[in-house]
């Protein structure tokens, strides 16, 4: 399956964003969609994740309440919705495919090429 990551930008803090991913190719082998985030010199860490066929949606504490994960089936997108952004909201988001759900980036087989998020203060 191949990623399109989009919706990155410049915003201040309280504001909001909203990211996109566009999935194409064999979409029906990757049954869990998720977001990562990557700041500078730090890991890239699970924002959410979302299963394809239930909907079934899964935050990180840090953007619980937050950050919302949804999927538009019919168009093969998913979409991340960044509310109350934070300065250390900043990073690299990356959207990213696997068979099942799971936090660490190891078990997702495809990754979309990143979109900067850059939250001031």
């Known amino acids: 399956v191949q990623l399109q990551a989009s919706g990155g930008g410049l915003v201040q803090t309280g504001g909001s964003l909203r990211l996109s991913c566009a999935a194409s190719g064999r979409t029906f082998s990757s049954h869990f969609m998720g977001w990562f985030r990557q700041a500078p010199g730090k890991e890239r860490e699970f924002v959410a994740g979302?299963?394809?066929?239930?909907?079934?949606?899964y935050y990180a504490d840090p953007v619980k309440g937050r950050f919302t994960i949804s999927r538009d089936s019919a168009k093969n997108l998913v979409y991340l919705q960044l509310n109350s952004l934070k300065p250390e909201d900043t990073a690299v988001y990356y959207c990213a495919a696997a068979i099942t759900y799971g936090t660490s980036p190891v078990g997702y087989r495809s990754w979309g090429q990143g979109t900067l998020v850059t939250v001031s203060s």
């Open positions: 979302i299963r394809w066929g239930a909907g079934s949606t």
